[in-house]
């Protein structure tokens, strides 16, 4: 009696591979899982693979998903509005005034990049700032940034 690999056997094995993502947080052993996919898909169609090149194809084209992944996709899903992101990432941000301050009011800065979820934010400045100046963020206190002219 020969044991022959079969299709269905490819697909229960990636689907352990993908559920095991479920455990194993790392979002790389879901890739291997897809690779178990792509061997059951070519014994599917009835090409005849021996269990080495079976075992071959399923490494590379897991390496091929996993590379895929991250060098191609996973830079494009890039949060780059900085939410959510601890204060010292802030310090330094330049933004452009859209309300100068006034008499017990703060002003108001716009940043081209959301910080920290928002574009808007409420200032204190030292120096005496005016409308469409260029402000740099050197500390937040709370819910308002305290920025310098330079």
Same mark, same amino acid.
């Given at each position: ?12 094995? !990636?689907?352990? =591979?993908?559920?095991?993502? $479920?455990v194993?947080?790392? +979002? %790389?052993?879901? *890739? #291997?899982? @897809? ?16 269990? !080495?090149?079976? =075992?071959?194809?399923?490494? $590379?084209s897991?390496m091929? +998903? %996993?590379?895929? *992944? #991250?060098? @191609? ?78």
């Amino acid at each position: 009696m020969e044991f022959a690999i079969q299709y269905w056997h490819w697909i229960v094995f !990636g689907m352990v =591979l993908i559920l095991a993502e $479920l455990v194993v947080p790392s +979002f %790389t052993i879901f *890739w #291997f899982g @897809l690779g178990a996919f792509v061997i059951a898909t070519l014994l599917a169609l009835s090409i005849d693979l021996s269990l !080495g090149w079976q =075992l071959l194809i399923w490494a $590379l084209s897991s390496m091929a +998903f %996993t590379l895929l *992944w #991250f060098r @191609l996709f996973r830079p494009l899903m890039v949060d780059r509005t900085k939410a959510g992101i601890a204060r010292e990432a802030i310090r330094g941000e330049s933004g452009q005034v859209i309300k100068a301050p006034e008499e017990n009011q703060r002003g108001i800065v716009r940043f081209s990049t959301p910080l920290m979820g928002d574009d808007e934010w409420e200032f204190i400045c030292a120096d005496p700032v005016h409308l469409g100046d260029r402000v740099f963020v050197l500390e937040l206190s709370g819910n308002t940034l305290i920025v310098e002219k330079r």
